[in-house]
């Protein structure tokens, strides 16, 4: 409703950029349904979108593939979430709906309290995931940095070297 009132009130003269989300919505009644509500707000004049989070680039290019069968073709940009603290991230992940995959539950929990090795780690996955989305030519990527930019600084150092 909100994308189509824009619209209807002021053309095109602002860039619309919605919501996405590779791993369904947490409050939605289906993935179909999901994918539908974002085909809309699409349809409604929705410039290009920017997703929730994820660990999963499969999620990512399922996703984007499911939306473009429904018509809706705009650049989804990636959300990217830097790994600095496994309480965090589980705690943020788990209220947003963003999956964690096992292998890096499972890296983080036997990290334990060693902050330099989960930080470590999760440069080195972030890294990679950036490296594979922009390997395929993601529109851009979008960092959530949540107030704390050195380790996005890193990812970026890293991805310029490369």
């Known amino acids: 409703d909100l994308v189509t009132f824009i619209r209807t009130e002021t053309g095109n003269d602002f860039h619309l950029e919605v919501a996405a989300y590779p791993e369904i919505h947490p409050q939605a009644k289906s993935a179909e349904a999901d994918l539908r509500a974002y085909a809309t707000k699409v349809k409604a004049g929705a410039n290009s979108s920017i997703t929730?989070?994820?660990y999963n680039s499969d999620?990512?290019?399922?996703?984007?593939?499911?939306?473009h069968k429904l018509g809706a073709e705009v650049p989804v940009v990636p959300g990217?979430?830097?790994?600095?603290s496994s309480a965090q991230l589980l705690r943020f992940s788990d209220a947003c709906g963003a999956e964690i995959p096992?292998?890096?539950r499972l890296r983080l929990q036997g990290y334990g309290d060693d902050v330099e090795s989960i930080k470590a780690f999760g440069?080195?996955?972030v890294t990679e995931l950036c490296e594979q989305?922009?390997?395929?030519?993601?529109?851009?990527?979008h960092?959530?940095?949540m107030n704390q930019s050195a380790a996005t600084t890193d990812i970026l150092s890293r991805l310029k070297g490369a």
């Open 52 to 54: 929730q989070y994820f």
């Open 59 to 67: 999620a990512y290019f399922r996703f984007v593939d499911d939306t």
């Open 80 to 84: 990217i979430m830097p790994i600095t």
């Open 102 to 104: 096992r292998w890096i």
């Open 123 to 125: 440069l080195d996955v």
């Open 133 to 141: 989305l922009r390997s395929v030519g993601v529109p851009g990527l």
């Open 143 to 145: 960092f959530y940095t």
